[in-house]
């Protein structure tokens, strides 16, 4: 088991569970309207036709100027208000043991803010960032966790998703 098998079953059970995407927006600024929303998976897989399509959420990458290279996001879900048409964007990173690069957190709210003025392909209005990791990773790394909009612990999702509760505690060095 890999992060990036972690971020599957992360994005599958967003896709197909109201109560875990409801879950997640609920740690957000998009709190109020979870109810209301709905992703935007289709669109997704179209604006990046040599993507395979169970990868639509997987990696996106972007050239930041302010950055000074290209950065990618982990998990990146576009999702929609249905009552009053906002579209918005999660840009989630997930750790599963280990600490962020450098700068890798501070990136994050750049990044996401450039995307959203920026991105063509699947245009949206706003973001929140994400932070998705074992509770230890969390407590050992607050400075970073605080550069987010958001953080759930891979312990609260493995409520959802079992797959992460194996990797709730990182592995003994």
Known sequence: MTEDDLCRYFTEHFARSDDFK????SRTKFA???????LLQEEQILARPKVLPDRWWRHWFWKIPELGKEHETDIFL???NAIDGMR??????????GQLGP??????????KHVAANESRIPHQ?????????????????DDVALFDAAISHEEIAVFIPEFEVFSVPPVK
């Open 103 to 112: 700068g890798q957190a501070a990136s994050y709210a750049p990044r996401a």
């Open 78 to 80: 576009v999702l929609e």
């Open 32 to 38: 109020r309207g979870r109810f209301s929303t709905r």
């Open 126 to 142: 706003d973001f929140a960032t994400v932070f998705i990791a074992p509770s230890s990773t969390m407590s050992k790394n607050p």
């Open 88 to 97: 918005f964007a999660l840009h989630i990173e997930n750790k599963f043991g």
């Open 22 to 25: 409801n879950l997640v927006l």
